[in-house]
């Protein structure tokens, strides 16, 4: 058997599993159904989100230092060997020598060279996510939940290296969003001063090759560890850690209705400093300044014509058992503030949900406490979870899968937002897991194990909130799909529709394993085009051998030779006749 046909029987053995695994992998979205809800069965949502969650791209922590001998154990060898004065003592050298670069030196740069070989794999994983996400769903904006890089120590220069991996490799081709667009202009004596940006949706197509950057805790920090220096170097290479954006429904500006469009309004909050102790009070008294800003400049709560798209990175409060992360805080002992916390602290929670949506236990506040329609999408927790946070303003408006919530004494204090109405009772706020969430807790509460999923009625201030599992390879590559239109025929003015799946590609071994089959695969066919090459060559040697061997000259004798040789062929048989 010739040896070029093994190599191509193992390649046609191998071509049709690579084939259906190629396949798979790069057709995944539609075939694991990661697409955009529809706003109908015959057209897209002109709004179309692809969130993503906790890259947390790794670099030189995770690597040998830069410049560090390969074998430490040989360093000084050569010095050692020289000054031992007898042969017993370099071999003693030279035998613990060997004996550490076979052990421990060797060991470790394999180590090494294959955390290399992981972090460049796991770029070309994201990347994978990203572009495939990008071209089989068609998103008209792209965000990132926080946690881009892996660690808020690094210096700036590794900073400037994994930023630029993150744009070169994983988001290559697309761009942060503008200065401009963003807004915010530096003041005296406060970080910047706000004003939303409006546009109209879906008329600047550059929104689909750009990318919303969220700050998460291992950007720059938690508020106990947040500084200038993070957050200048953070916005320059990814954006600004607050601003907002208006985009309103395409309108006739001369119309008879002088009523505002309808319009989506997108918030990038810094949530890392809304808690306290913090190390910088500039820093947060701007996230808090900037949360007055999008109190004040929002359309008020009646109008249903608006809604609020919160990205933020630090889940909201939830008591334990809802979600895989339960409530969790640590500080420095030096007493510089917040080391690290899984959640916000039930009065930043309260914050966002009374402050930015407007929700209300009081029935006769504004809106009657139903507040603003919008959603919340964060990161953080990278097992995902899927909540909505409630505060029902009465006992008859509890949820059937919750324990009812004990009322505080009736309070004849009044409302803050301006009501004469007394406030009837102070409830607290609950939340409860949806059945689409990604993962489970470990030690689930009451509702987790009802059948019947919990619902909430109408007059039920309520609100979603989606932590989006991480796009990391060890939770499957996640990404989020969020889809916005407005809906006419819903109440009177109309209102916005937010809808929301999400899907993964699998761990990153399927990615590795992938790749690697058809590594082998080309490997394969390869060894096999240049064998029989060498074959071929090799039979064509072989006849022109044969063709060449050089052939004995036939000398025609003359007339006088073959008189001769006659005369003696006579001559001999004669004397063998007498014989």
Request: charged fraction near 20%; charge should be negative; hydrophobic fraction near 35%.
């Amino acid at each position: 058997m010739q040896l070029s046909r093994f190599f191509f029987s193992v390649a046609l053995l191998l071509f049709p599993l690579c084939l259906i695994a190629t396949t798979w992998l790069y057709s995944y979205p539609p075939l694991h159904g990661c697409n955009f809800p529809h706003a109908s069965p015959n057209s897209s949502a002109p709004f179309r989100l692809l969130a993503l969650g906790d890259p947390q791209l790794e670099g030189d922590s995770s690597l040998p230092k830069p410049g560090a001998h390969v074998f430490p154990s040989l360093e000084f060898l050569v010095r050692n060997v020289r000054k031992a004065g007898t042969w017993k003592r370099r071999w003693y050298f030279l035998k613990g020598a060997a004996r550490d670069a076979l052990t421990k030196d060797l060991p470790k740069w394999g180590k090494g060279v294959r955390k290399r070989i992981d972090l460049w794999g796991n770029d070309l994983y994201l990347a994978h996510i990203v572009r495939c996400t990008r071209w089989w769903t068609r998103p008209t904006h792209v965000a990132v939940l926080g946690d881009l890089l892996g660690s808020q120590w690094i210096g700036d220069e590794e900073f400037e290296r994994r930023a630029g991996r993150y744009w070169d490799t994983v988001f290559r081709g697309m761009e942060k969003v503008p200065e401009e667009i963003m807004g915010g202009v530096e003041d005296e004596g406060d970080r910047g001063l706000w004003g939303s940006t409006t546009e109209v949706l879906g008329h600047n197509k550059s929104w689909e090759n750009r990318v919303i950057n969220i700050a998460g805790n291992h950007d720059i920090g938690y508020a106990g560890d947040l500084d200038e220096g993070r957050i200048r170097r953070f916005e320059k290479a990814f954006g600004k850690v607050n601003w907002d954006i208006a985009f309103e429904l395409p309108h006739e500006p001369n119309s008879a209705n002088d009523s505002k469009p309808p319009a989506l309004r997108l918030v990038v909050l810094n949530s890392m400093n809304l808690d306290t102790p913090a190390l910088s009070e500039p820093l947060q008294q701007s996230t808090y300044s900037f949360l007055n800003h999008i109190i004040s400049t929002s359309r008020p709560v009646t109008s249903r014509t608006h809604a609020t798209i919160l990205l933020t990175h630090i889940p909201l409060h939830k008591t334990p058992g809802i979600c895989y992360d339960s409530p969790f805080f640590s500080f420095f002992h030096t007493g510089s503030g917040i080391q690290e916390q899984n959640m916000l602290s039930e009065h930043g929670s309260k914050t966002i949900l009374e402050g930015i949506f407007g929700l209300s236990s009081n029935p006769h506040a504004e809106g009657q406490g139903l507040g603003r329609h919008g959603i919340i999408i964060n990161g953080h927790d990278h097992e995902g979870c899927d909540v909505i946070h409630y505060i029902p303003q009465s006992e008859e408006y509890q949820p059937s899968c919750v324990d009812p919530i004990e009322p505080v004494e009736a309070s004849t204090d009044h409302p803050v937002d301006g009501s004469n109405s007394p406030i009837p009772y102070e409830a607290k706020w609950g939340a409860f897991r949806l059945p689409v969430s990604p993962s489970r807790p470990e030690k689930p509460v009451y509702p987790l194990a009802k059948v019947i999923p919990c619902t909430l009625g109408e007059e039920t201030p309520a609100i979603r909130e989606i932590t989006l599992r991480s796009m990391m390879g060890d939770f499957s590559g996640y990404a989020g799909f969020l889809s916005a239109w407005f809906d006419e025929d819903k109440g009177e003015e109309g209102e916005w529709r937010l809808e929301f799946t999400t899907c993964g590609v699998g761990i990153q071994h399927w990615w590795w394993g992938v790749h690697i089959m058809n590594l082998i695969l080309l490997v394969f066919l390869g060894m096999g085009v240049i064998v029989r090459l060498l074959e071929w060559s090799q039979v064509d040697n072989r006849q022109g051998v044969k063709g060449n061997r050089a052939v004995e000259p036939r000398v025609v004798p003359d007339s006088s030779t073959l008189k001769t040789k006659n005369t003696i062929n006579c001559s001999v048989d004669k004397e063998m006749g007498k014989r």
